[in-house]
């Protein structure tokens, strides 16, 4: 049984002046395995982020059904983490106050959620910046404070939209490095979306490409690099360019169907 699923799931957005609602995704079925990292990929627009949005229970379905563990949910998912493109540090408080909101918000008391808070910014090689405010880290600092805040909860499911998008190669490629160990650390369930094949085959069990709007699944791909993997032990080897080939190879298809449509 999946973890999470995904049941012919159509979601549409109402427009304005009179104009047929938007179809985001149509009959999208997707399933998630328990421990799994999967990365959802596919032309601009086509929906990724829209099932991120279900799945975190920030969007309900049009149509069709979100299931957890084969039981339907409805609203946000239990125990659920979601790091997005964004930065959402607050700029008044410090990166120790930071990693601890949602503990702090969650009533667990300051010297128990200062503690945890230090632990996790060790963790994320941001020792010796408690008491600095997010204005005064660098851009992958940033995204290390913010991943550590809801590593805070300890959630078995995560869900990544983008996360390293704004940042330079080289602090993009040791991010990923550090999500690889999180993952093969924590056994967490992932779901994470990214424009970028490298970033998907690096870290995905399994990639999944996704139909030009309305939003629907056209391809599966099982990655079965060896593990523990790091970038630059497998970006360069022949199994890595065959399956960036194959992926490329269907995500152009889907690209020139978007440039050709009526």
Not at 85 to 111: C, F, H, Y
Request: with cysteine; proline share 7%.
């Amino acid at each position: 049984m999946s973890l999470l699923e995904l049941e012919n799931v159509t979601v549409s957005f109402p427009q304005k002046r009179g104009r047929p609602p938007l179809v985001a995704l149509e009959n999208m079925a997707l399933f998630v395995e328990k421990g799994e990292l999967v990365v959802l990929v596919g032309p601009s627009g086509c929906g990724k982020t829209t099932v991120l949005n279900i799945l975190a229970g920030q969007i309900a379905p049009t149509v069709g059904q979100v299931r957890l563990a084969g039981e339907p949910i409805y609203g946000m998912l239990p125990s659920m983490g979601y790091i997005s493109q964004s930065d959402t540090l607050l700029p008044w408080r410090t990166v120790l106050d930071n990693v601890a909101l949602a503990m702090e918000l969650r009533g667990i008391p300051k010297d128990q959620r200062h503690e945890r808070a230090r632990a996790l910014m060790a963790k994320m090689g941001l020792e010796g910046f408690e008491e600095n405010y997010p204005r005064e880290l660098s851009g992958g600092m940033k995204k290390r404070a913010a991943i550590a805040r809801v590593l805070a909860m300890d959630p078995s499911i995560l869900m990544m939209d983008e996360p390293f998008a704004p940042l330079d190669a080289l602090t993009r490629q040791r991010l990923q490095d550090d999500i690889l160990s999180l993952w093969e650390s924590t056994g967490c369930t992932i779901l994470y979306v990214t424009h970028d094949l490298t970033e998907a085959i690096t870290l995905a069990d399994r990639v999944v490409l996704l139909s030009r709007r309305p939003g629907r699944v056209v391809g599966e791909y099982r990655i079965d690099l060896p593990r523990p993997r790091r970038v630059m032990d497998v970006k360069f080897s022949p199994q890595f360019v065959e399956i960036e080939k194959a992926i490329w190879h269907d995500l152009r298809t889907q690209l020139e169907e978007e440039r050709g449509k009526p």
